[in-house]
Protein backbone atom coordinates (compact mmCIF):
# COMPACT_ATOMS: atom_id res chain seq x y z
CA UNK A 1 0.00 0.00 0.00
CA UNK A 2 1.39 3.11 -1.58
CA UNK A 3 0.14 6.79 -1.68
CA UNK A 4 1.63 9.13 -4.27
CA UNK A 5 3.43 11.92 -3.00
CA UNK A 6 5.88 9.89 -1.22
CA UNK A 7 9.36 9.67 -2.03
CA UNK A 8 10.57 6.05 -1.74
CA UNK A 9 13.94 7.09 -2.35
CA UNK A 10 14.18 9.05 0.60
CA UNK A 11 16.72 7.18 3.34
CA UNK A 12 14.91 5.31 5.92
CA UNK A 13 15.65 7.49 9.76
CA UNK A 14 15.92 5.14 13.23
CA UNK A 15 12.66 5.74 14.81
CA UNK A 16 15.13 6.66 17.68
CA UNK A 17 16.41 10.07 15.97
CA UNK A 18 13.13 11.41 15.04
CA UNK A 19 12.73 14.36 16.12
CA UNK A 20 9.09 16.72 16.85
CA UNK A 21 8.12 18.73 13.87
CA UNK A 22 10.47 16.63 11.07
CA UNK A 23 9.63 15.02 7.94
CA UNK A 24 11.03 11.37 8.71
CA UNK A 25 10.47 7.98 6.80
CA UNK A 26 11.18 4.99 9.06
CA UNK A 27 10.85 1.26 9.09
CA UNK A 28 9.39 -0.85 11.71
CA UNK A 29 7.23 -3.49 13.27
CA UNK A 30 4.03 -2.96 14.17
CA UNK A 31 3.69 -4.12 18.16
CA UNK A 32 0.50 -2.74 19.59
CA UNK A 33 -2.73 -1.91 17.65
CA UNK A 34 -5.72 0.25 19.33
CA UNK A 35 -8.71 2.06 18.27
CA UNK A 36 -9.04 5.40 20.60
CA UNK A 37 -11.66 8.30 20.04
CA UNK A 38 -9.94 11.50 18.49
CA UNK A 39 -12.55 14.78 18.62
CA UNK A 40 -15.68 12.49 18.77
CA UNK A 41 -14.26 10.39 15.83
CA UNK A 42 -12.54 6.45 16.24
CA UNK A 43 -9.11 6.43 15.24
CA UNK A 44 -6.49 3.49 14.89
CA UNK A 45 -3.50 4.03 16.71
CA UNK A 46 -0.57 1.35 15.56
CA UNK A 47 2.78 1.53 18.05
CA UNK A 48 5.98 0.87 15.35
CA UNK A 49 9.21 0.12 16.85
CA UNK A 50 12.87 -0.74 15.69
CA UNK A 51 15.79 -1.38 17.49
CA UNK A 52 16.03 2.17 18.56
CA UNK A 53 12.63 3.20 19.92
CA UNK A 54 8.84 3.87 18.86
CA UNK A 55 6.30 5.94 17.69
CA UNK A 56 2.66 6.47 16.82
CA UNK A 57 1.04 6.24 13.98
CA UNK A 58 -2.70 7.34 13.86
CA UNK A 59 -4.96 6.87 11.00
CA UNK A 60 -7.68 9.62 12.04
CA UNK A 61 -11.51 8.50 11.27
CA UNK A 62 -10.44 5.11 10.70
CA UNK A 63 -11.48 1.86 13.06
CA UNK A 64 -8.64 -0.69 10.55
CA UNK A 65 -6.85 -0.02 7.89
CA UNK A 66 -6.43 -2.97 5.78
CA UNK A 67 -2.92 -5.05 6.07
CA UNK A 68 -1.94 -2.99 9.49
CA UNK A 69 -1.86 -6.22 11.66
CA UNK A 70 0.53 -7.38 14.88
CA UNK A 71 3.93 -7.86 14.18
CA UNK A 72 3.88 -6.79 10.56
CA UNK A 73 7.01 -4.57 9.06
CA UNK A 74 6.03 -1.48 7.68
CA UNK A 75 7.83 1.78 6.03
CA UNK A 76 5.84 5.13 7.42
CA UNK A 77 6.09 8.69 5.92
CA UNK A 78 5.16 11.69 6.99
CA UNK A 79 5.00 14.92 9.49
CA UNK A 80 6.28 13.76 12.98
CA UNK A 81 3.86 15.38 15.95
CA UNK A 82 3.38 14.73 19.51
CA UNK A 83 -0.24 13.05 20.86
CA UNK A 84 -0.40 11.83 24.05
CA UNK A 85 3.21 12.79 25.19
CA UNK A 86 4.92 10.71 22.25
CA UNK A 87 5.99 11.59 18.94
CA UNK A 88 3.40 10.52 16.25
CA UNK A 89 3.09 10.80 12.71
CA UNK A 90 -0.63 11.50 11.61
CA UNK A 91 -2.56 9.85 8.30
CA UNK A 92 1.61 8.60 7.25
CA UNK A 93 2.00 7.39 3.56
CA UNK A 94 2.73 3.79 4.23
CA UNK A 95 4.23 0.65 2.52
CA UNK A 96 3.54 -2.42 3.61
CA UNK A 97 6.04 -4.90 3.41
CA UNK A 98 5.92 -8.67 2.76
CA UNK A 99 6.06 -10.46 6.21
Do not use: C
Not at 36 to 59: C, K, M, N, R, Y
Not at 79 to 89: D, K, N, T
Request: aromatic share 4%; no cysteine; glycine share 12%.
Amino acid sequence: MTTTGSDLSAPLQPIGEVKWRSHVRVHGRIRSIRVQPWADVASLEATVVDPSGGLVLIFLGRRAVPGVELGRHVIAEGMVGEHRGYLAILNPVLELLDH
